[in-house]
């Protein structure tokens, strides 16, 4: 009895929308053969899976690490909105222990909370021993989103820029790990990305206030205040 044969197509991955984002925006690639630079392709879904499991392999490892070795480590996240640092910590957390990595997105401050030393807020969820802490926008708020909001005044911007130097270093002398981390995009490509979230709130009916929208109209100012603290 014969056995029919079965042809299988071959199925092309669709391109893993959140690609971009996972990496932090766009990449600069190494010199190709004719030695001009440029992104690099966008990964298909397949290929960026495979390379996401080796990295969270790696995460749990070193998830391991910090458990054994009772290590504290601080993950700061900054930079513009849309650049990719939701879709990130996002990766981050899906495959680790949240008693482990601890993913920190302060609220507003209220009333309370604006009377005490401006640090204070962030130094109560820094990590124990056998701790990762991810502070999802940080202390550096102080010295890039407040001052273009109106948030703070020039004194207390001057006060922070003259002292966080010397509060990192304490940190670190300490035996924190301090990762610092800043996520940049284009400014076509974050208003390609506004756009998208805007029609994905739309088409879910949800009527919200688009502050990142406002915040991108700063892009600017935002990365001139980066670079006035890394000059500090």
């Known amino acids: ?16 929308p959140d690609a971009p984002e996972a990496v932090g925006g766009m990449q600069e690639a190494p010199a190709g053969p004719s030695g001009g630079d440029g992104p690099r392709p966008k990964m298909t879904t397949k290929e960026y899976e495979k390379e996401m499991r080796v ?5 749990v490892a070193m998830q391991e690490w910090v458990r054994t070795t009772g290590a504290r480590v601080c993950v700061v996240f900054e930079g513009l909105d849309s650049a990719g640092k939701g879709g990130t910590i996002r990766r981050i957390t899906e495959r680790t222990s949240p008693r482990v990595f601890k993913h920190i ?14 640090v204070q807020r962030y130094m109560a969820h820094f990590p124990s021993a056998g701790e990762v802490a991810i502070f999802d926008r940080s202390w550096y708020n ?10 703070c005044t020039p004194k207390q911007y001057d006060d922070f820029m003259h002292g966080v130097v010397g509060f990192e270093k304490d940190l670190v ?14 400014k ?15 088409q879910r009916g949800v009527d919200h206030l688009d502050a990142d929208a406002v915040a991108g109209e700063h892009a600017d100012v935002v990365v001139g205040k980066r670079r006035h603290c890394q000059g500090s």
Not at 55 to 59: F, H, I, K, P, S
Not at 173 to 186: A, D, G, I, N, P
């Open 142 to 151: 102080r010295a890039v989103v407040e001052p273009i909001f109106g948030f």
């Open 105 to 118: 997105a302060l609220p507003a401050p209220d009333a309370r909370v604006k009377s005490q030393m401006y």
């Open 173 to 186: 002398r300490q035996e924190t790990l301090l990762v610092k981390l800043y996520f940049s995009v284009t």
């Open 1 to 16: 009895m014969s056995k029919k044969s079965k042809k299988h197509k071959k199925k092309h991955a669709p391109d893993a």
């Open 188 to 202: 076509d490509e974050q208003a390609r990305r506004f756009e998208a979230g805007a029609l994905e709130q739309r």
């Open 55 to 59: 990295l969270q392999g790696e995460l």
